[in-house]
């Protein structure tokens, strides 16, 4: 008698409750480990919140996003890493959330779960998540940002373009590195052919002036010959001298 093993049937029959168990359940252990047993916040995020606190538009470690947030969610756990802690997770449930959403939506649901299932058993115990700053938030971001897109391009949903405008605009104050992701998704959309038919129409140019009044509080602070790019270069360059 051939016997099929609960999960492999699970997966099969019930794809997205797959993905909710696992995914929950490593939100749960990298939420409540570090509530626990903890005694110091972990890697960079003292910094994060410190440098969170002043609510700056922008530092030499980049773009303010990630520090605001920090700060946000330390304050309203009155002044706990557990808030920390929590948004971490938020983050890693939505960026699952988005990559299981897309998959579903170009490869099916089965296949889909198993993306995110090899995903989860890769950062449960690689990606540090707890220690949150600008890396831990452009995770979800990123995905949510793909997912968007090909609402847009691939389903051609023209109300996703304001969504995807405002969405890079996060991206992009929250990382540098989201210009080398942004660059790539402009290089694809150039490249294809069914991409490229959507620069005819005017939504990805109006997303694009979008994106930029998102950005714009950071983008005056670069532009302030006091605190912008030249400054952080030189502070960059300082400990060489």
Known sequence: MLYVSIFVELIRSRPAL????????????WFLLPTIFYTAPPGDVPAVLAVGHEFQLGTYLGPPLAFWLAEVAFDIAGG?????YLLSQIC?????????????AVVGPTHA????LLMV???????PTPDFGPVI?????????LLHYWRAVGENRRGYWLVLAI????????TYVGLILIGLLVLFTIGHPRARRALRTSDPWIAAVVAVIVMLPHLVWLADSSTGVMPVL???RAPEA
């Open 18 to 29: 797959a993905v909710w168990i696992a995914v929950i359940v490593q939100a749960a252990l």
């Open 92 to 104: 890693v449930v939505v960026t699952y959330w988005a990559v299981f959403t897309l998959g579903r």
């Open 137 to 145: 938030l452009t995770m979800p971001l990123w995905s949510i940002i």
């Open 80 to 84: 706990r890493m557990i808030g920390v």
């Open 234 to 236: 030189a502070r960059l």
């Open 167 to 174: 969405e890079i605009g996060l991206l992009l104050l929250t």
């Open 121 to 127: 058993g890769v950062a449960a115990f690689t990606v």
């Open 113 to 116: 779960a198993l993306a995110v």
